[in-house]
């Protein structure tokens, strides 16, 4: 077979229509030429149909404009031009091609028309629509989970943020959304500065995660932020760039210290817990005492301590009101029409609340054993009240029994009478003193209020 170097219009048209993408040949009119099986097989119908069809009028009408316009500066810049668009199959799908044109040449060196060629693009349309819509959801449950992303460029230490990296950092939104590393950590607080120039010397350096915890300046005050990043090298390995996301915890922060400071507190007053309960059993439960009465006496003080820390447990360890703290005290000694109770609206602190309630105890257990709450006709006047004046304010309670037996000083103090003359003065940091008169039991407190017992 002897190849000669001229292809006649039969090889081409075979060449052509062996091609699997549609191809095309113009003339100066615009008119085709030429079309191969692909082409056809895009548009439908025969040959001569597909060579006389006007190509706007299967394009979409959102491309139409842009195309007709980039077409008409293409044929007249007499060079090769690349466009894209969507055009409608003859199934009615509509597709995305690339067509690529360039001129064609007469023996003579005249300008003929053109000749083209589509390739389907559709594919990778979808995967950059795709693409695009992937990185607005990122953005979106980014800027809804209330971060901010950030790069850098490793060589020159000079990056770009989202614009809510601005809310972040307290200022206005504004179009420049670049600036440098020494622009962010100039913005950090100067307790927090070394340790994040160390972790982004300690990532850029040695590629190391970048997680930190940091306070940052703002004009509305100073604010928590979390970072993490992570370094992005080269294929040769070479460090590229740094990136990463930031996001606020002050809440969490300030969550975290009211939990410690919950802790502390919480350790501190089971110590306190501790001792009173070792204070109490060392004092009921001694060899000279009978078994059942030091068992009584023991699950009595117990159960007013626990009363005490149930009062105070409803009112989250807050100040508590003075009435209430009593009446929960004197209920389960019986007959509350007994007692008279008497003073002003007033909360006192929990430790208060508790050194007051085991009095408060003591005293209604020795008038029902033996004083006023022993007989019929036996009452108790609780009052208490403060000083009106300015300094250091002043509270007073007043135990005072009538009605019952006789009374008369014993010959030594018992445990109930030491806790409340000397535990609850000791603990109030006060005065206390109790009386045996002949017309009944009388307990006189004399303690400084605390402020937060103050209402």
């Known amino acids: 077979m002897q190849v000669t170097d001229r292809i006649t219009a039969g090889d ?9 993408v549609p191809m095309w040949v113009t003339d100066l009119n615009r008119r085709r030429s030429f079309v191969n099986k692909a082409y056809v097989g895009f548009v439908g119908g025969d040959y001569a149909d597909a ?18 316009a980039e077409s008409t500066a293409g044929e007249a810049s007499l060079g090769t031009f690349t466009l894209e668009a969507r055009y409608r199959r003859a199934d009615g799908e509509w597709r995305w091609l690339q067509s690529v044109s360039q001129p064609r040449w007469g023996s003579g060196g005249e300008h003929d028309g053109f000749i083209g060629v589509a390739h389907d693009v559709t594919e990778r349309h979808e995967a950059e629509a795709s693409l695009r819509q992937s990185a607005e959801s990122l953005r979106l449950a ?32 504004t179009d420049d959304h670049s600036g440098s590393v020494d622009d962010w950590l100039a913005r950090v607080h100067p307790d927090d500065e070394g340790i994040a120039r160390d972790a982004v010397a300690r990532c850029f350096g040695q590629g190391e995660p970048y997680n930190i915890d940091y306070r940052i ?8 932020l979390q970072s993490h990043g992570s370094r992005i090298d080269y294929r040769d390995g070479r460090p590229s760039r740094f990136v990463g ?25 089971v110590k306190n817990m501790l001792a009173i309960v070792q204070g109490i059993a060392h004092q009921t439960l001694k060899p000279d005492v009978d078994p059942l ?27 508590v009101p003075m009435r209430r703290v009593i009446e929960e005290t004197i209920a389960p000694h019986g007959r509350p029409q007994a007692f008279r109770l008497a003073g002003p609206d007033l909360l006192v602190a929990p430790k208060t609340a508790v050194s007051i309630a085991l009095a408060i105890h003591e005293l209604a257990t020795n008038a029902v054993k033996y004083g006023a709450l022993s007989v019929a006709q036996g009452s108790v006047a609780v009052d208490w009240s403060t000083n009106a004046g300015e300094g250091e304010q002043r509270l007073r309670m007043e135990w005072r029994e009538r009605g019952g037996p006789s009374v008369a000083a014993p010959a030594r103090r018992g445990f109930g009478t030491r806790m409340i003359e000397r535990g609850l003065a000791a603990e109030l940091n006060g005065t206390v003193s109790v009386t045996f008169a002949a017309e009944g039991v009388r307990c006189v407190v004399d303690a400084p209020l605390p402020a937060e017992g103050r209402g």
């Open 293 to 319: 009465a030091a068992r009584a006496a023991f699950e009595g003080r117990l159960a007013a301590l626990a009363a005490a820390h149930n009062l105070l447990t409803d009112q989250h360890w807050s100040p």
């Open 51 to 68: 060579t006389a069809l006007d190509w706007r009028t299967i394009i979409h009408p959102e491309d139409a404009a842009r195309i007709t």
């Open 12 to 20: 081409f048209r075979l060449i052509a229509d062996s091609a699997p």
């Open 245 to 269: 996301v930031s996001f606020d915890i002050t809440e969490r922060k300030t969550a975290e210290a009211r939990q410690q400071l919950l802790i502390d507190e919480l350790n501190h007053r």
């Open 217 to 224: 300046r703002r004009p509305d005050g100073i604010r928590w």
């Open 142 to 173: 980014i800027e809804g989970a209330g971060m901010a992303t950030w790069e850098a460029d490793l060589r020159t230490a000079r990056g770009r943020w989202s614009p809510n990296r601005f809310d972040l950092l307290g200022y206005p939104r």
